[in-house]
């Protein structure tokens, strides 16, 4: 399987999890299945057999909210169960709404309090770092979510104590919640916020693969300061009704919406 298959693959669960189960944050797991793919595909360090593999590198999705599309990764990257992926967000089931390590190999952190996933992952290199351990630590945001102080205070930290183990990625899709950043509370200017914080910044287009790759791999370029990436990326992508649609954060597709979410998605099968 190549990212580009996994990416479809995050997409056709996540429209058909939402739907079986009515649960809502379609559009966000859209928007960052590319992201996902990538990191799942080429870039993470883990075993899938030994999901607590000490060399691990560790990822963590702080927008919580879009938790069905992590569960997708893992569950085609042989953690669980392909299967399994039908229970997401019924009564008893492991596969919460919000993403969950409780009972789910593969996920490092219950995550769904905007602003928290970043505070952890700091903590998680600063320990890699003390420990001379080699392995980085990864973590998705929203681009709503960096409305949170937690959020800056943690970019600050990061940046004193030279964290350049850490890459931050930005789902930049723009919205948050019931309306676009902008008419919420304006992120620019967003680079320059984070290159005054001491971060290393890389702007992307979040759905172009190779983009993504260089942007995660390794980087030479700046020593000792944390990066962050800002992946632009379009809410509800490769859905032609969905994209840039506010309505897709908490709607789930039913009846005619659903098959024709389907049918666009095997149109564009890899």
Not at 15 to 21: G, I
Not at 41 to 58: G, Q, W
Not at 107 to 124: A, K, Q, Y
């Amino acid at each position: 399987m190549n990212s580009l298959e996994l990416a479809w693959r995050i997409k056709r669960h996540g429209v058909e999890m939402t739907y079986l189960s009515g649960g809502s944050h379609i559009g966000s797991i859209l928007s960052m299945a590319d992201i996902l793919a990538v990191l799942y595909e080429d870039i993470l360090n883990f075993d899938n057999t030994n999901p607590k593999m000490d060399s691990r590198d560790r990822f963590i999705l702080s927008k919580g909210h879009a938790g069905a599309g992590v569960y997708a990764a893992l569950a085609e990257k042989g953690f669980f169960e392909v299967q399994a992926l039908k229970t997401h967000y019924a009564n008893g089931s492991k596969l919460s709404g919000h993403v969950s390590h409780k009972g789910i190999p593969g996920v490092e952190l219950s995550t769904g309090s905007l602003g928290h996933g970043i505070s952890v992952g700091v903590g998680m290199a600063l320990v890699a770092k003390k420990d001379d351990k080699k392995h980085r630590v990864f973590v998705v945001m929203g681009d709503g979510e960096c409305d949170e102080g937690s959020v800056w205070e943690a970019a600050m930290f990061a940046n004193h104590f030279k964290l350049d183990n850490l890459v931050a990625i930005v789902d930049h899709n723009k919205m948050q919640s019931i309306d676009f950043c902008e008419n919420t509370m304006s992120l620019a200017p967003f680079a320059e916020k984070w290159q005054a914080f001491g971060w290393q910044v890389k702007e992307i287009d979040g759905h172009n693969h190779e983009e993504l790759k260089n942007a995660l791999a390794v980087s030479e370029g700046k020593p000792s300061k944390p990066t962050i990436i800002i992946a632009n990326t379009i809410k509800g992508k490769g859905i032609s009704f969905m994209e840039n649609n506010i309505l897709w954060h908490y709607r789930a597709p039913q009846g005619e919406e659903y098959t024709a979410a389907v049918k666009e998605l095997e149109a564009q099968k890899p």
